[in-house]
């Protein structure tokens, strides 16, 4: 499963919209990778965290049934509001040129949330630790940048959150425990070293300098 459904449901939440319905059809097959168990819980998962209405269809003629009798029921109800003699009008609640552009892929989309897009093709990379990044840095290169500071790879994975316990219990033990300093992020293990990895292996580091070095020279040759 990619990351689209995410994204659908997101401009889906900021339409304004009050009733929507989340269309889901057919079944996976048997030759899937994913099993069908993944699908139920994003189904549930979008019931209950989204409040969404979902739909299940079998096939994509059930599906043009359902969308069929949908529009129909909102057809008549519509018209029964314009043809009631005690209603002036009926408000709308936005043109659908203005629905059109808030539910585009593109538009209203500001540089965070396209780095919370990328954070989520980490693997193990979830809504929790996105969000604990996006608490912190506004863009790829703020996050980058803060991790470049840090001296190697222990460093690196304190600042995520991966601090060592000092073993023992003794008095020097404790000492070591109190000097610790609390770390910017929580995030997990495992999604600590793939960052850490991605970031800082010598191909990606020696691109992302390199793009670094370009842009400062863009810049300052416009300066002049």
Do not use: W
Request: proline fraction near 2%.
């Amino acid at each position: 499963m990619d990351k689209r459904y995410n994204q659908q449901k997101f401009r889906l939440q900021n339409s304004n919209i009050k009733n929507i319905f989340y269309l889901v059809e057919g079944r996976v097959s048997q030759h899937s990778n994913l099993p069908q168990s993944t699908i139920n819980k994003a189904i549930l998962n979008t019931q209950i965290v989204q409040n969404f209405k979902v739909r299940t269809t079998q096939s994509i003629q059930e599906s043009i049934r359902l969308i069929t009798e949908m529009h129909i029921a909102i057809e008549g109800k519509f018209a029964q509001d314009l043809n009631n003699p005690t209603q002036d009008y009926t408000c709308f609640k936005y043109k659908f040129e203005e629905y059109q552009t808030v539910t585009s892929k593109s538009q209203g989309l500001t540089s965070k949330i396209h780095f919370g897009n990328m954070l989520r093709l980490i693997k193990g990379c979830g809504k929790e630790c996105v969000s604990q990044i996006l608490e912190k840095f506004d863009t790829l290169f703020d996050f980058y940048n803060a991790l470049k500071k840090l001296d190697g790879e222990t460093e690196r994975l304190e600042f995520l959150g991966q601090v060592k316990k000092p073993k023992g219990r003794g008095k020097k033990a404790l000492a070591m425990a109190a000097n610790q300093t609390e770390p910017e992020l929580h995030l997990n293990k495992n999604v600590a070293n793939h960052i850490v990895k991605l970031f800082f292996e010598e191909s990606y580091s020696r691109v992302v300098d390199q793009r670094i070095a370009d842009l400062a020279e863009e810049i300052s040759g416009n300066d002049v």
